[in-house]
């Protein structure tokens, strides 16, 4: 299973990244290390202007739970891939993982 490791390259060739924010975002474990690969990869700045965030509901609830991200409450469909992603997490720390979903978060609360 190349995803992984294909997964750099494969959402730093995009343009823009396109979050449609449910209910279920913050659940969807591969939501997460998409964005978090983004930010790892480009300025903070740079990454923030190419993230399209469409909230799937009106209120500010989804960008709230966005805020209050938490990566150890967030699944995958495979338990095996679930595995390999949460050991590539901790090799990076959870609380950087956290603070770039929740960083994302706060400042779309901020532009609200």
Partial sequence: ?????LLPINVMS????LVLLGPTYTKR???AVELFTLFSFSPEEQAAERVQ???LSKGDDLLEELSRFDVRQARCYDPNVEARLFNVI???SY???NGCIRALGESLLIGV
């Fill in 1 to 5: 299973d190349d995803g992984l490791g």
């Fill in 14 to 17: 995009c343009k823009k990244v």
């Fill in 29 to 31: 474990l591969w939501c």
């Fill in 53 to 55: 965030v469409e909230p």
């Fill in 90 to 92: 901790a090799d990076m």
């Fill in 95 to 97: 609380t950087r993982f």
